[in-house]
Nanobody, 123 residues
Framework: QVQLVESGGGLVQTGGSLRLSCAAS????????MGWFRQAPGKEREFVAA????????DYADSVKGRFTISRDNAKNAIYLQMNSLKPEDTAVYYC????????????????WGQGTQVTVSS
């Protein structure tokens, strides 16, 4: 089992920045690729970013490329999502997820999920 706890969400104005964190506990952290997903009201959960176990392979949704950066610190069992130039359409609950093996962009290929953290971008 892997337990994931997100933090860092909040209310920010358009153009602002937030840094989300996800703390992992349980199994060996480096066994797992990690991802960030988000879900807005009335919409399906969507991929945001993913990172492999070592941090040298990163994938991003087209909608966040150049604005968001995913990273991980294996010594701290944590991943991060630095979000810059935020837009109202980034408003959603953001979820951290883990999967054993390589990183993927499909949410249904992830095994463990956090409870989510709300990000609201005001216009």
């Amino acid at each position: 089992q892997v337990q994931l706890v997100e933090s860092g969400g909040g209310l920010v104005q358009t153009g602002g920045s937030l840094r989300l964190s996800c703390a992992a506990s349980g199994r060996t952290f480096t066994w797992y690729a990690m991802g960030w997903f988000r879900q807005a009201p009335g919409k399906e959960r969507e991929f945001v970013a993913a990172i492999n176990w070592s941090g040298d392979i990163r994938d991003y949704a087209d909608s966040v490329k150049g604005r968001f950066t995913i990273s991980r610190d294996n010594a701290k069992n944590a991943i991060y999502l630095q979000m810059n130039s935020l837009k109202p359409e980034d408003t959603a609950v953001y979820y951290c997820a883990a999967r054993y093996g390589g990183s993927r962009t499909n949410w249904d290929e992830y095994d463990y999920w956090g409870q989510g953290t709300q990000v609201t971008v005001s216009s």
